[in-house]
């Protein structure tokens, strides 16, 4: 699938994943390939990129917002930074 992590000023993060851990509102949950089509609140966290089984990259991001549409998962931030 694919993730793209968007701010205000910029593109954070683009390509194929394996999944993502997002820090929901009400709690984390994941997304994994061939998801249901969903949008979310998302709170202040921690967002796990999973690149495949075995790696992964880490940001701590502000609030926003997530989309996910015919296998691609759009964050929409107000900030990002790489842990």
């Not at 990129?49 to 107000?78: A, M």
Request: net charge negative; hydrophobic share 40%.
């Amino acid at each position: 699938m694919t993730l793209e992590i968007l701010t205000p000023e910029k593109k954070i993060y683009s390509g194929t994943v394996y999944g993502v851990q997002l820090p929901g509102i009400d709690g984390l949950f994941e997304v994994l390939n061939k998801h249901a089509p969903l949008v979310s609140a998302l709170s202040k966290g921690n967002l796990k990129i999973l690149k495949d089984k075995t790696s992964f990259e880490t940001y701590t991001i502000q609030s926003g917002f997530v989309e996910v549409l015919d296998n691609k998962v759009t964050v929409l931030v107000e900030g990002a930074v790489l842990v």
